[in-house]
């Protein structure tokens, strides 16, 4: 790169970074894949964009100026537009170093920004703090006030997009869903091997029937499985939200812990966008300085044991006789596992294998849902614009059970199916193999 680092980007060594967009040739083959080029219609809100917007950033011939930090800002970070670049443009990486380094100073300290900095910061990485902030939302859904306010308008009143953002609001299940996992479970029948569990942040939280329906069937398939501990997040939201140093906190927090675990078989997740930032540790914590040799060689040997948890059991095969399940469902692929990690066949050959269940195909699955981390929260028009898209799929599909794997997406397209009023179970592919290969 001839030119000078600018906007922040204060070493030559960062500049270096941006090398990534040079490989873009500008032939826009990643524009169709896009769903903010598709809804917004702007060159510069579509992967071939923002690539040249980063650059210039990065080179200082472009402010971050109110447009420009729009643009950068309305990316899903989905990585749809990554498998289809014939030069392989790595858009995910350079999105979040640009974030990171050049949005996040770069930014006025409005309230949102505030909010959303004090969670990523505050309360993610910490789960007592976490679930505090989940009971406050538990006492908002369950004492009838959200139902009052939202019947005499005052939330909508408040303003627009709180309207939409407590749409979008998942509710909390019962206590006794939300207990953490055991520390350790051993394998049932004869035993197959030993694989660390990442427990995760929400996950415990408004999905925990997902992450012990995960145990069990690993249990059952002759698997011990440890949970890791220290439990918590894996920084992969932080590092979406351009907070990429909590992310390598996270990130060394998570390596050090499973090192304590001594010998597995694998790292597995159930949640794909954990999958898709764990398996790209080596990377993230090779570029921080002042980390030891040991540290990032334990760091690229943490990331090429991590399996999303259909991935290990398609690889291992499933023993037993599948139970039938009579209906017919469809898969939604989460951006995280398509793209990201670039597993679509595995979940859906477990899902095949289940006598009775008809996979109908769902237009488009690949597409993003508009959940995308934190970007519901943040950008709640934008995202619901994304998702009713999405539900005319599902509903065209005229499947009864929608399946997906990741806890994001589950929590959004479960907020579409309640906004529809549809008659369509929203469940991560575990479940339905639980039902199937679990206990009577
Ligand atoms: S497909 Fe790749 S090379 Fe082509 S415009 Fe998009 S990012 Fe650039
Ligand atoms: S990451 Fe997704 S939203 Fe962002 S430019 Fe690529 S395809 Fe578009």
């Known amino acids: 790169m001839s030119a000078t680092p600018g906007n922040g980007i204060s070493s030559r060594e960062d500049l270096l970074q941006m090398e990534r967009s040079l490989d873009c040739v500008h032939c826009g083959l990643c524009l169709p894949s896009c769903p903010t080029y598709e809804l917004f219609g702007r060159e510069s809100a579509g992967p071939r964009g923002r690539v040249y917007l980063m650059r210039g950033l990065a080179e200082g011939s472009i402010a971050p100026e109110a447009d420009v930090v729009r643009d950068l800002d309305q990316c899903l970070v989905c990585r749809a537009c990554e498998p289809v670049c014939p030069s392989g443009v790595e858009y995910g990486a350079m999105m979040e170093f640009t974030r990171s380094n050049v949005l996040e100073p770069a930014r006025k300290k409005t309230l949102k920004q505030r909010v959303k900095r004090w969670f990523l910061r505050s309360v993610l990485p910490h789960p007592a703090k976490l679930r505090r902030v989940a009971d406050l939302l538990g006492m908002y859904h369950g004492s009838g006030l959200r139902g009052l306010l939202r019947r005499y308008g005052v939330v909508r009143f408040m303003s627009e997009e709180l309207d939409l953002r407590d749409q979008l609001l998942p509710p909390l299940p019962p206590q006794r869903e939300r207990k953490p996992l055991p520390r350790s479970t051993p394998a049932k029948g004869a035993r197959r091997g030993r694989v660390a569990f990442l427990e995760g942040c929400v996950m415990p939280i408004l999905l925990g029937s997902i992450n012990r329906a995960t145990v069990r069937v690993l249990s059952n398939q002759g698997f011990d499985v440890d949970v890791i501990e220290p439990r918590g997040c894996c920084g992969a939201l932080q590092a979406h939200f351009g907070q990429i ?78 139970r039938p399940i009579q209906a017919k469902a469809t898969y939604a692929d989460a951006c995280h596992l398509a793209h990201a990690q670039r597993v679509t066949e595995p979940p859906r050959a477990l899902l095949r294998a289940i006598p009775g269940l008809t996979l109908v195909p769902l237009a488009r699955p690949d597409r993003c849902c508009g959940a995308a981390g934190l970007y519901n929260a943040l950008h709640p028009k934008e995202s619901l614009a994304l998702l009713s898209e999405r539900m005319n799929d599902v509903e065209h599909c005229g499947a009864s059970i929608l399946v997906s794997a990741n806890p994001g997406c589950l929590l959004q397209w479960r907020a579409g199916v309640r906004m529809r009023r549809l008659d369509v179970d929203v469940v991560h592919p575990l479940e339905l193999i639980d039902r199937a290969w679990g206990e009577p």
């Open 245 to 322: 140093d909590l992310a390598r906190s996270g990130a060394l927090k998570l390596v050090r812990a499973c090192a304590d675990l001594g010998d597995v078989d694998a790292i597995v997740v159930n949640s794909a966008g954990c999958g898709a930032a764990m398996k790209e540790y080596g990377r993230l914590l090779d570029d921080q300085s002042g980390l030891s040799a040991m540290d990032k060689a334990a760091a690229h040997a943490f990331a090429s044991k991590v399996k999303d948890v259909t991935e290990f059991l398609a690889e291992q095969g499933l023993r037993g006789t599948p």
